[in-house]
Structures are given as C-alpha cells and as structure tokens.
Nanobody
C-alpha cells in the first residue's frame, strides 16, 4: 500500500501559478504510474496529466502548454506546476498512483491509490 498526501492548493486569480505536490509513502517501490486528476463542481473526475509506466508524460488538451507534471524519485513526490490558471481550472485535484507486483501480491496484480485531494480555486 501507499499513502498519498497532496498539498499546494489555494485561491488565486486568473493568470497566476500554483504548484501542487503529492508526497508518497509506503510501498513506493512498486509504483508503476502516477497521475493528477481533477473534479470540478458538477463534473466527473478527469485526467489532467500523467506519467505512465513506460515513461514520458501526457496531458489533457485543456492544460497542454500550461501545466507540467514531474516527479522526484529521491523525495517520492509528484508535482504539478500550473501556470496561466483559468477559472475553469477550479476543481479538487487528486493524485493517483498505480501499483503493480507489490510484495505479497499475485504476479501482475494492479491496484490504484488516491490522495485526499486539494482544492484549487481560480477567480476571474
């Protein structure tokens, strides 16, 4: 298992920047993929940015060129740098870790873990 704790959310004006952090602890050695998701008011949760198991990064079209996802393996921390924020970016942001082949798990078994979320509010 892993525990994920997000931080860095807040209330900002349009055009501002924020950096979200997601600190992981526990069985971090079996993390295969990481991602940031968000859920706006009255909306379904959606992928914002991800680091898949094969490396690289991917982004939702709505944030391409504005957001940057990165990870610091030494600190077991995932980041989301959010620039040029817009009111439509207002949401609760969650980090997710996909774990595979953790100690004691059947080979090939995967499971997802979520943080508790951090609120980002962008005013116009």
């Amino acid at each position: 298992q892993v525990q994920l704790v997000e931080s860095g959310g807040g209330l900002v004006q349009a055009g501002a920047s924020l950096r979200l952090s997601c600190a992981a602890s526990g069985d971090t050695i079996c993390i295969s993929a990481l991602g940031w998701y968000r859920q706006g008011p009255g909306k379904e949760r959606e992928l914002v940015a991800g680091i898949p198991s094969d490396g690289g990064t991917n982004y939702a079209d709505s944030v391409k060129g504005r957001f940057i996802i990165s990870r610091d393996n030494a600190k077991n921390t995932l980041y989301l740098q959010m620039n040029s924020l817009k009111p439509e970016d207002t949401a609760v942001y969650y980090c997710k870790a996909e774990l595979i082949n953790c100690q004691g798990w059947p080979r090939g078994f995967k499971d997802d873990y979520w943080g508790q979320g951090t609120q980002v509010t962008v005013s116009s």
